[in-house]
T-cell receptor, first 113, second 115 residues
Framework: AQSVTQLGSHVSVSEGALVLLRCNYS??????LFWYVQYPNQGLQLLLK??????LVKGINGFEAEFKKSETSFHLTKPSAHMSDAAEYFC???????????FGKGNQVVVIP | KAGVTQTPRYLIKTRGQQVTLSCSPI?????VSWYQQTPGQGLQFLFE???????NKGNFPGRFSGRQFSNSRSEMNVSTLELGDSALYLC??????????????FGPGTRLTVL
């Protein structure tokens, strides 16, 4: 079974500063990894996904993530935080042939003006 | 192209009742998955349907059930509601779901409150 770990439920970042959200995965087979964002009272929106092509994945809204097999990590970054980035972010994993996403606990990002 | 729609958006029920939630996938999508989101347990997979058949099931009691129709629309049902069933129920659709490269697109969810 696959799983992901996200540390730090709440993350505060100053506007204009680097956003870094950590995700570590566990999988006995090659994983497929996703980052989703959830705004209040809304569903999940896909930010980006890793599917074994390039290890550096660029997503929407200036976010990117790097897959590091040796560290079993898929951390999400954005060089400069914007007020509109305030939301909850979820890392998720699945494996080939299985459409079942396993989510981390999420990071609530607060952007300080 | 219209996104995933879920109805109703909000529901209030009492313990012991049953409830049915509906999900209409993106046009052309044949796989529909359901997830439960609670503050304590986070996002948990309930089940997935493809071509009117349940293909995957999570670790939930039998009170949780679902079905999919020939037009790919899906419903989930919770019988004998408990207070702990209060949650946001999210539906996600994808093209075929056989490949993990297939992206799941989520609806806005149905907020269920059990009193």
């Amino acid at each position: 079974a696959q799983s992901v770990t996200q540390l730090g439920s709440h993350v505060s970042v100053s506007e204009g500063a680097l956003v870094l959200l950590r995700c570590n995965y566990s999988s006995s087979v090659p994983p497929y990894l996703f980052w989703y964002v959830q705004y209040p009272n809304q569903g999940l929106q896909l930010l980006l996904k890793y599917t074994s092509a390039a290890t550096l994945v660029k997503g929407i809204n200036g976010f990117e993530a790097e897959f590091k097999k040796s560290e079993t990590s898929f951390h999400l970054t954005k060089p400069s935080a914007h007020m509109s980035d305030a939301a909850e972010y979820f890392c998720a994993v699945t494996a080939d042939g299985n459409n079942r996403l396993a989510f981390g606990k999420g990071n609530q990002v607060v952007v300080i003006p | 192209k219209a996104g995933v729609t879920q109805t109703p958006r909000y529901l209030i029920k009492t313990r012991g009742q049953q409830v049915t939630l509906s999900c209409s996938p993106i046009s052309g999508h044949r796989s529909v998955s359901w997830y439960q989101q609670t503050p304590g347990q986070g996002l948990q997979f309930l089940f997935e349907y493809f071509s009117e058949t349940q293909r995957n099931k999570g670790n939930f009691p039998g009170r949780f059930s679902g079905r999919q129709f020939s037009n790919s629309r899906s419903e989930m049902n919770v019988s004998t509601l408990e207070l702990g069933d209060s949650a946001l129920y999210l539906c996600a659709s994808s093209l075929v779901g056989f490949s993990s490269t297939d992206t799941q697109y989520f609806g806005p969810g149905t907020r269920l409150t059990v009193l």
